[in-house]
């Protein structure tokens, strides 16, 4: 099994409390939050491409 390629968004800088996000082999993605890196979600692509729409388009607001 090959150790995943952590991602974070460079807008969260050096801090330790962020999302990170992952492509695994099997078409999904892997979700940690950076302060709690053992706990891993596996979500869908169209999952995650969702959330990142809504926080982009700030729809929680409306």
Excluded: H
Excluded at 7 to 20: F, L, P, R, V
């Amino acid at each position: 099994m090959s150790v995943p390629d952590w991602q974070k968004s460079s807008y969260s800088g050096n801090a330790s409390n962020c999302i990170e996000l992952a492509a695994s082999s099997g078409g999904v993605v892997l979700l940690r939050e950076s302060d709690a890196p053992s706990i891993i979600v596996t979500v869908s692509p169209a999952a995650i491409g969702g959330l990142v729409r809504t926080v982009q388009g700030d729809v929680l607001r409306r």
